[in-house]
């Protein structure tokens, strides 16, 4: 690389937690603080888990019909907000 003044652009990624749960159980096992950095990563996280989608855990976010969406895509990820995993 030749000589000069470069910049740096850092992707900080997109922080959501996401809740565990034994198959039992309704009420969370645990949560996790997850950083994803790129749409693989999202899938990846999903496919270890055997999970199709996130959702979000209380409902907040709903469609124009008023139904709670799955999250299919890390663009629609909120930082911040609680999610499940769907199978």
């Known amino acids: ?3 000069g003044n470069y910049t740096l652009r850092v992707d900080e ?3 959501v ?3 565990h749960y034994d198959e039992s159980d309704p009420l969370p096992v645990h949560q996790e603080e997850k950083v994803f950095y790129t749409e693989e ?3 990846e996280f999903l496919g270890r888990r055997g999970w199709t ?3 979000e855990f ?3 976010f709903r ?3 008023g139904m709670v969406r799955n999250v299919d895509s890390m663009d629609d990820l909120q930082p ?3 999610y499940r995993g769907m199978r």
């Open 63 to 65: 469609n124009i019909d």
């Open 17 to 19: 937690r996401v809740c």
């Open 58 to 60: 209380d409902g907040g």
């Open 13 to 15: 990624g997109i922080a």
């Open 80 to 82: 911040g907000v609680l």
């Open 53 to 55: 989608c996130l959702r």
């Open 1 to 3: 690389m030749p000589l």
């Open 41 to 43: 990563d999202y899938r």
